[in-house]
């Protein structure tokens, strides 16, 4: 699996795609700190960008990279390797050169700011970690949309159609539940609700971390109502973690079943 | 040694192989797979690799049933049919990731030179003519001295120096003792290089014996009038579509037409 993990990474990391997606967040993350100079404020601004774009860029990519090596992989597959391994080591490829690309483009322009020895810095480690968790989950929703639709355009509708609930419908599913129940507690309901989406669990760790409860919206406050901060945190961030094994796992049973 | 056993498999509700009884023991002999379009020679070929995984039946290598196994796999070379490779690795880094992935011993120096690759070792594959892609599949499936080699539609996209070369590969590997299975559209390929020929028709074994007993079988002179006998004699011998109703409008009776 390793050896085909470093191979994609091989062949990702000269994607002129993965330069494009490092340029954005350095352009982006340089002009921010330029602008602003204050670390929390610069990490909510780039919280915002990176909730959206990370679980965009990732779900195109992990997509694209399937469909791509669509026939390479009947190569691989012909080798004396496992299934899993192959189609695990590729994902991996994929969710890491999108992290390198999120590491260096936002870590550059903070390592220069001087955030090692600067206030903040754990704020800013947060915001590194919840991108790239969100990269390896989406990366791998998308690797396993794909691996389940031999048809490309409705693997990638799909895929989109994955990242558009995530990112936008389901807050609203869940704000007009609120509102149509609002005579009913719902603080339970709502936290139960955030842990079936990667994207507020980030939101959720992030703003718990910088502690800024103006921000932090219904679900947050609950979270830290009734968990504190580092209870809050922890529950979050375990969810996520269990988000990470979703597509692994089903990246494997799609493995085995699946004709080529 | 391949052995096949009762191996059906089904494409959602369409039937692609109906029951394929085969045996492939003798070493050095090169076997074509021949059939139509859509008769199931790729998916045969691909249930011996394990790429598609067979409804029912049983496929074994050197006595070794290869249901879920993987290891079988080293023992076996693949020329798969279409040559994709990842855009931005060179051909070298290519070759190495094989070598890499299979850790066997690799005569890749030889193959690269035979079909002049030298020039291309440094380019990226993406940038490379569906030409030079086909010779470098050629050296990977060559490379290794395993003992079945399986060629799908190996004369794709071939100049006629390089189709030289592969012709001379394959006796070459047939003097070695091996057991050498072929899927091509090219009957004077077959006429010339093959001893044994699979004919597959409808997911089921149609022929399998030498290309002599083929053509005596069908009274022909070349393989490939063998083969069109035998698809002209199954035109007309196709049974009869069951005969339809016919309805007439505002009548109250119906008759069937029968051809």
């Known amino acids: 699996m390793l050896k085909i993990l470093k191979y994609t990474l091989f062949d990702l990391l000269r994607s002129r795609w993965s330069y494009l997606y490092f340029a954005f967040y350095l352009v982006f993350t340089a002009a921010l700190l330029f602008l602003s100079g204050d670390v929390s404020k610069v990490v909510v601004s780039l919280m915002n960008v990176i909730l959206i774009l990370s679980p965009l860029i990732a779900t195109m990519f992990g997509v694209m990279y399937y469909y791509n090596s669509r ?3 009947e190569l691989l597959l012909a080798q004396p390797l496992r299934r899993t391994h192959i189609f695990w080591g590729q994902y991996l490829g994929v969710a890491l050169s999108l992290s390198v690309s999120l590491l260096l483009g936002i870590g550059i322009p903070f390592t220069f700011y001087g955030i090692f020895h600067a206030a903040g810095l754990g704020h800013f480690l947060t915001l590194l ?3 790239i968790i969100l990269s390896f989950i989406f990366s791998g929703i998308a690797f396993l949309i794909a691996l389940r639709h031999e048809n490309k355009i409705k693997g990638f509708g799909l895929a989109i159609l994955m990242w558009l609930f995530f990112a936008v419908i389901y807050d609203g599913l869940v704000l007009m539940l609120l509102i149509w129940f609002r005579d009913y507690p719902l603080e339970a309901t709502s936290l139960g609700l955030a842990l079936f989406n990667p994207i507020d669990l980030s939101r959720i760790l992030i703003l718990l971390q910088l502690d800024i409860s103006a921000l932090m919206g219904y679900t947050g406050a609950v979270f830290q109502k ?5 209870m809050g945190m922890l529950l979050s961030f375990g969810a996520l973690l269990l988000w990470l094994l979703f597509p692994a796992w089903g990246i494997r049973q799609s493995a085995l079943a699946k004709d080529f | 040694m391949i052995t096949i056993r009762n191996l059906h498999k089904a494409f959602g509700n369409v039937p692609v192989l109906q029951g394929i009884d085969l045996e492939f023991s003798k070493k050095g002999t090169i076997t074509a797979i021949l059939g139509p379009n859509g008769s199931g020679k790729t998916t045969l070929i ?4 394990g790429m598609v995984i067979p409804g029912k039946g049983l496929i074994e290598i050197n006595g070794i049933d290869v249901r879920g196994q993987w290891e079988y796999r080293a ?5 798969p049919q ?4 990842p855009d931005n690795l ?3 880094e290519l070759i190495a990731m094989i070598k890499d992935l299979r850790n066997q011993n690799a005569d890749d120096a030889r193959f690269i030179q035979l079909f002049g690759l030298e020039p291309y070792l440094d380019k990226r594959l993406g940038n490379l003519s569906g030409g030079t892609q086909q010779k470098v599949n050629l050296t990977l499936a060559f490379m290794y001295d395993s003992p079945i080699l399986i060629l799908d539609e190996p004369s794709n996209g071939l100049d006629p120096v390089a189709m030289l070369h592969f012709r001379e590969l394959i006796s070459e590997e047939k003097q070695k003792g091996k057991i050498i299975l072929i899927t091509t559209h090219i009957m004077s390929l077959v006429e010339e290089m093959a001893d044994e020929v699979v004919f597959l028709l409808d997911g089921k074994v149609y022929f399998h014996g030498t290309v002599s007993a083929l053509k005596e079988q069908q009274q022909e002179s070349s393989v490939e009038r063998a083969i069109a006998a035998i698809l002209n004699v199954k035109k007309k011998h196709k049974p009869l579509e069951k005969p339809q109703p016919v309805l ?3 009548k109250a009776f119906s008759f069937n037409i029968s051809t």
Request: no cysteine.
């Open chain 1, 71 to 73: 026939d390479f992989i």
């Open chain 1, 129 to 131: 970690m919840d991108g």
């Open chain 1, 226 to 230: 009734f968990l504190g901060s580092q």
């Open chain 2, 46 to 49: 691909k249930s011996l690799l």
């Open chain 2, 75 to 79: 023992q076996i070379d693949y020329l």
């Open chain 2, 82 to 85: 279409i040559a994709r490779f």
């Open chain 2, 90 to 92: 060179t051909v070298s």
């Open chain 2, 248 to 250: 007439i409008p505002d």
